[in-house]
């Protein structure tokens, strides 16, 4: 059963940073797309960062300030997070799915029975 575990949220101020992590476990970290999504109260899920072999994608609105990354040997995604605004407030989801290989940022890609998500880990940036 694969399973994907996030941690690292939390409350910080407006310029503040986290890092996030998600531990995968059940198979071998051999996913093709994985990739981070946020959920704010009353708002869809989008996409903020992906990465499919060793390529990273980010969301307009975090570029330059989130930085996705993974560590094969450890089975673990991270996002980390510098200069957080208010507007970063949300909740947090890694995803992976195991074999389509493009478009790695849209939700679309993750909702087949080939994709996992993780619970989520809260992001709180207060002004």
């Known amino acids: 059963q694969v399973q994907l575990v996030e ?3 939390g409350s ?14 059940g198979y071998t970290f051999s996913a093709e797309c994985m990739g981070w999504f946020r959920q704010a109260p009353g708002k869809e899920r989008e ?3 992906s990465i499919y072999r060793g390529i990273t994608d ?3 609105s975090v570029k330059g300030r989130f930085t996705i ?5 450890k089975n673990t995604l991270y996002l980390r997070m510098n200069s957080l605004k208010p507007e970063d407030t949300a909740m947090y989801y890694c995803a992976a799915e195991m074999k389509r ?3 790695c ?3 679309s890609t993750y909702e087949d029975e080939d994709a996992y998500w993780g619970q989520g880990t809260q992001v709180t940036v207060s002004s």
């Open 7 to 9: 941690s690292g949220g």
């Open 12 to 25: 910080v101020q407006a310029g503040g940073s986290l890092r996030l992590s998600c531990t995968a476990s």
């Open 47 to 49: 996409g903020v960062a």
């Open 58 to 60: 980010y969301a307009d």
């Open 69 to 73: 990354s993974q560590d094969n040997a």
């Open 101 to 103: 290989g493009y478009w």
């Open 105 to 107: 940022l849209s939700l």
